[in-house]
């Protein structure tokens, strides 16, 4: 009988040429992707730095130098007091009130709010015309609203439902929030 031989290790093939280069050329292009990203990354940084230096408080310190600024003419100081004034509205509170103030038959669609001076104007829905007058009259009865008045109305039909679009003007005034 003749010797088994059962060899299950063979000897490995040697690596191509082919594959080296494949190998080489892998590594450069991660060689290069690392490099833009670290590039990328010190940029963002940069940027970070920049806008917290930019976002500090007036009176901090600042470490860049920057362009002196030009005072504002009196129209531009108005203006911008104008602009200060309505963004220190405490808006989230006379939004809640409005709503709160909107029964389930009344559906607010539109507010507009140009400013403090400008009256509030606001655009809503309802079933019955005794429902828009009973929003108007529960706004009147706010305390942070000076006059309500229903502007005008009209009736539409919205999704084939006869509805009565309304529009009231607010002057926010009375006990400030």
């Known amino acids: 009988m003749k010797p088994l031989h059962i060899d299950f290790a063979r000897a490995r093939p040697s690596a191509s040429p082919w594959a080296w280069l494949g190998l080489a050329l892998g590594a450069g292009g991660l060689a290069l992707a690392l490099g833009e990203y670290l590039g990328a990354q010190a940029q963002w940084q940069q940027a970070r730095e920049a806008h917290e230096r930019d976002a500090a408080p007036a009176g901090a310190a600042r470490t860049g130098s920057r362009a002196p600024v030009a005072p504002a003419s009196p ?80 009736r539409r039909e919205a999704d084939g439902v006869p509805v009565i679009r309304f529009t009231v003007e607010i002057v926010w005034g009375g006990a400030r929030p």
Do not use: F, K
């Not at 531009?76 to 009130?97: F, H, N, Y």
């Not at 709010?113 to 009147?140: D, F, K, Q, T, W």
């Open 75 to 154: 129209e531009a100081s108005r203006a911008a007091a104008r602009a200060q004034l309505a963004l220190d509205q405490p808006w989230g509170r006379l939004l809640a009130e409005l709503e709160s103030r909107a029964d389930a038959p009344v559906a607010l669609l539109t507010v507009e709010a140009p400013g403090r001076a400008a009256p509030m104007r606001l655009i809503a829905e309802a079933r019955e015309m005794n429902h828009a007058v009973a929003y108007v009259e529960s706004l009147r009865g706010s305390p942070l609203v000076s006059t309500a008045t229903l502007a005008s109305h009209e």
